[in-house]
């Protein structure tokens, strides 16, 4: 039996991480509304966070990485790995640690994971130009960062009420 429900996680994991992986590439074929490098809405992220909170950490934490291998296998451009990877692991450990005192609050843990990944990739951006320079991009990357976690967080919040629901009627 434990077996079984095994396979049914790792099945329900491979299934967010498509999910993870489909949005972020849909993400890529949207043109930015402001001409500035590395402003995007985030909408994988909102999968980690929702992985985070209906599933176990380590099963987000897989998500995570493997959307973030995914991706940088399909979008061939191996700098968007370790920016990804930096931020993405930045962001999963301040929601994991958030996650739980603010379990009704998922738009806060959102927001606080954006701003979290932008700190990420400026000390990755920093350290590979090695530069500290690069923290004057950090106001406008956060000005975009938060709204976007404010509505990635609002997202999940909603998809985890719908998901409790389908859970009770069962």
Same mark, same amino acid.
């Given at each position: ?8 996680r ?6 967010? $991480?498509?999910?993870? %992986?489909? &949005?972020? #590439? ?5 043109? +930015?509304? *402001?001409?500035l490098?590395? !402003?995007?809405?985030?909408?994988a992220? $909102?999968?980690?966070? %929702?992985? &985070?909170? #209906? ?5 987000a +934490?897989? *998500?995570?990485?493997?959307? !973030? ?11 968007? &790995? ?11 450990a ?77």
């Amino acid at each position: 039996m434990e077996t079984r429900s095994m396979h049914r996680r790792n099945i329900r994991c491979g299934l967010y $991480a498509s999910m993870a %992986l489909t &949005l972020f #590439l849909v993400e890529m074929q949207i043109p +930015l509304l *402001v001409a500035l490098p590395g !402003i995007k809405l985030g909408l994988a992220n $909102a999968v980690t966070l %929702l992985v &985070l909170i #209906l599933e176990r950490p380590r099963d987000a +934490l897989a *998500v995570l990485l493997v959307r !973030i291998a995914l991706s940088a296998l399909f979008c061939g451009q191996p700098m968007m &790995l370790l920016y990804s990877l930096c931020g993405g692991l930045c962001s999963f450990a301040v929601m994991w640690l958030l996650h739980r005192p603010f379990a009704r609050q998922s738009w806060f843990v959102s927001a606080m994971g954006a701003v979290a990944h932008i700190v990420g990739q400026l000390l990755m951006a920093g350290g590979l130009m090695q530069s500290i320079y690069v923290v004057a991009y950090a106001p406008v990357l956060l000005c975009c960062a938060v709204p976007a976690g404010l509505f990635n967080g609002l997202v999940v919040s909603y998809v985890v009420a719908k998901a409790s629901i389908l859970r009770r009627q069962r």
